[in-house]
DNA sequence: CGACGAGGTTACCGCGCGGTAACCTCGTCG
DNA sequence: CGACGAGGTTACCGCGCGGTAACCTCGTCG
């Protein structure tokens, strides 16, 4: 039934599968027996390149957590203005949460908060962020720890944005990454400023 | 050991034991066996009261959310400025989860968003919060979606604020609820408009 | 053509899970 | 003082879990 693959590409299958799984069902929801199975392979075959499910999980959180900060940094590092750099970050926050939506359940629904270990890597991968947007805020007298605060919220609102984006557009993308990220990097740059009393 | 309870208390008892396990553990880390435990009864006792472990992760959650909804809109009606309000709606978001913390991770670290019953609970929460905001915007020439998403990014603010809080303090609550209101209300009024090429 | 090693499977272990049937205890009230 | 019902416990069920020991298969290379 399943063909045989040399260790490195299995290893690759395994983790791309249990990304979906975990995705899917978290981490306590999800059992070694499934992931095998959904790859084709017995359980075995699994511990051969894992030591345990932690240890499955933990490679998988670390591989997400990667490559999405790798490509929120690189696309703000492009734009050359703070704005632009806010709202290149963004877009690309987006659009890789639109081509890796399991990516982006794994690490922000998955059940990491719960388990100290995880939890530690997913703190990281927000640390980051949030530390690239704390050195884009120059306003004056303004305290580090209230910038690094502001910072905190911005990327709490491109996570919680992102949420509500992906469970109202099952399939089709409604605002396109683009779009979305115009709104809210708007939003980041200036707030609610324009409310006035009714 | 344990004393013998009325029926209605012994429910009360129940469900205060439960958010703590369930806050700690998740969902699917969590055991009726272990709660019973926690409770100072046996299994069976839980069974006479809630049919289910889905059906007593259900009334938590609803429990919850709602007294974290109820507290919020009663504060921000009392204010009477829209400004007030964002400030008003904060700093009683902040102080509920200062005092119930576990009630704050089991609406948004529980693995709900796993299971579609128990997502579409938290959703409603979010909604009630996300829609009394929107009305608080009178952008000129601002579309009803765009509120919407921008009413979002308001609760997402709140929610990933309070995770980072209530990290960083275990114990003392380092900004008290209202400095951190007051600073994160500013982020929300005002965003980033500060903000000027270095 | 045969040895050998990489890549696999079969078959099992003990455990704790969600859930339940049957029974016990003890205060209250005729 | 005895019946009865609310509030509880004991003891069990089948199941799927994480993890492992032992064995099999087949392409490659001397």
């Known amino acids: 039934m399943s063909t045989r693959l040399p260790a490195s590409q299995r290893r690759r299958q395994l983790l791309d599968v249990a990304l979906i799984s975990f995705a ?3 981490f306590q929801g999800t059992s070694m027996n499934r992931i095998a199975e959904a790859a084709g392979v017995t359980k075995p075959v699994l511990y ?4 345990s499910k932690r240890a499955l999980f933990g490679e998988v959180l670390a591989d997400v957590g990667e490559r999405l900060a790798t490509e929120i940094l690189e696309a703000a590092g492009r734009a050359t203005t703070p704005r632009g750099q806010v709202a290149g970050g963004f877009e690309a926050y987006f659009a ?3 081509r890796n939506r399991d990516a982006f359940f794994v690490l922000f629904g998955a ?3 719960l388990d100290a270990e995880f939890a530690a890597i997913v703190r990281r991968f927000e640390a980051d962020m ?3 947007i704390a050195d884009l805020i120059v306003i004056e007298g303004l305290s580090p720890d209230h910038r690094r605060l502001l910072a905190q919220g911005i990327v709490g609102i491109a996570e919680v944005t992102s949420r509500h984006w992906l469970r109202s557009t099952d399939d089709s993308l409604d605002p ?3 779009a979305l990220a115009a709104q809210v990097a708007t ?3 200036s707030g609610l400023r324009g409310i006035e009393a009714p």
């Open 48 to 51: 051969q390149h894992f030591a």
């Open 130 to 132: 949030a530390e690239t």
């Open 24 to 26: 899917r069902d978290g």
């Open 176 to 178: 396109s990454p683009e």
């Open 96 to 98: 890789f949460v639109a």
């Open 187 to 189: 939003l980041a740059w």
């Open 111 to 113: 059940g990491s908060a």
